[in-house]
């Protein structure tokens, strides 16, 4: 009698636990407490950034390694340089946000090389790999090209204009990446204003943990 009271226990608390569990893989999952998405434009429609609604979801693969070889996949720093504001990823939605409402002084650049790009990017970001600004890597005329073309700066190598300079906010695979670190130590070089440079250390490894929308970037 008491042996079969014990696994009718068992077996009503088991029942209980996948009932309970069964609930919360039906909770929603908002982006904050009161929004649930982001609209953006992403080469020319509108799109939705929100998080995976399934409850059980689990990071992406390409994101789960953790002991990548440093160097080159060392930990950056919380502030990338003076002046470079490091943001977050409400921030970056924020600006994203702004842009799809029509702001045309903003920019989100996705830094990594097109490799990785195509694997998936944040929704309305473009892509500019760090080697398109590395003066080692891309000759004057093509990061002269991009900058007038891209950024709005006027004037030339030797005499830039950055009154109507774009804000860049700038990301690549996540605080072991150092691609978008790369442009932008790169832009501050060429003189552009730190205070219009933006980085979302996170990156692509926080975008992913969080479950935010992707999308397949070009190639």
Not at 33 to 39: L, Q, T
Not at 148 to 159: C, I, L, P, S, T
């Amino acid at each position: 009698m008491i042996r079969a009271m014990s696994v009718s226990l068992v077996a009503a608390s088991l029942a209980f636990s996948v009932n309970i569990f069964a609930k919360d893989e039906n909770k929603p999952v908002g982006i904050s407490a009161d929004v649930m998405n982001v609209e953006v434009i992403h080469d020319g429609k509108k799109t939705k950034i929100m998080r995976v609604q399934d409850n059980a979801n689990i990071i992406n693969q390409a994101f789960a390694k953790t002991s990548r070889p440093c160097p080159p996949f060392c930990i950056q720093p919380a502030v990338l340089a003076p002046g470079v504001e490091t943001i977050a990823e409400l921030e970056v939605m924020d600006y994203l946000s702004k842009m799809a409402n029509g702001d045309d002084t903003i920019l989100v650049i996705d830094s990594r090389t097109p490799d990785w790009v195509e694997k998936g990017t944040i929704p309305g970001a473009i892509n500019i790999p760090w080697t398109s600004l590395n003066a080692s890597k891309a000759d004057p005329i093509s990061i002269g090209d991009i900058m007038e073309e891209k950024f709005n700066v006027g004037g030339d190598d030797d005499n830039r204009d950055f009154s109507k300079a774009k804000t860049l906010v700038m990301f690549c695979n996540g605080m072991w990446c150092g691609q978008s670190p790369n442009n932008i130590k790169s832009l501050l070089k060429m003189g552009y204003p730190a205070e219009k440079i933006k980085w979302y250390r996170g990156g692509m490894q926080d975008w992913e943990v969080l479950g935010l929308t992707t999308v397949p970037g070009k190639k």
